[in-house]
């Protein structure tokens, strides 16, 4: 690869990534193109690939990396919690309050936090029901396709 290629990718993916930032910070596609002055199907193709590649990433945190920070948070809000009744034991009354503060606050955190793990398995198993339909259609046209490949005398045997 050439040093001017290199180059030509290395600013392509420079602006990528700023029309990502942007995005990311809610600016909509004209905005986007007055910050970063390139043209607004340029800025829409990006932003195509952006939600395609978002959408290719979903299985993974769905399943690997939303189950481990939910289980790091839990820990977290454990850890807390035990700090917030020591906090709740102390013999000045505004610490007293504060410790109790934090602990109910830590609970109610923690409760809205479980309280998204049912939409969260259910998401895990649509994308787990979409993967296992598309692997079926996948097999169904190869089937097809042997099928069509194969001389009319012998499909019938490939039929049953």
Known sequence: ???????KNSAKQMVFLEVLSLYAKGYNQSQIVDKVHISQPVVSRM?????DD??????????????????????????VEVKAWELADHAD???RQLGLNLV???????QSLLSTLHGTNEAIQTIRAAE?????????????????????????????
Do not use: G, V
């Open 1 to 7: 690869m050439t040093t001017r290629r290199i180059l």
């Open 47 to 51: 932003i195509s690939k952006i939600h």
């Open 54 to 79: 978002s959408l290719a990433k979903l299985p993974y945190y769905l399943t690997s990396q939303i189950p481990w920070e939910i289980e790091r948070s839990l820990i977290t809000y454990n850890e």
């Open 93 to 95: 009354p505004r610490i």
């Open 104 to 110: 109910m606050q830590c609970t109610s955190d923690r």
């Open 132 to 160: 296992i339909a598309r692997r079926a259609n996948e097999i169904s046209e190869l089937r097809e396709n042997i099928i069509k490949s194969t001389p009319p005398e012998l499909q019938l045997q490939i039929l049953h």
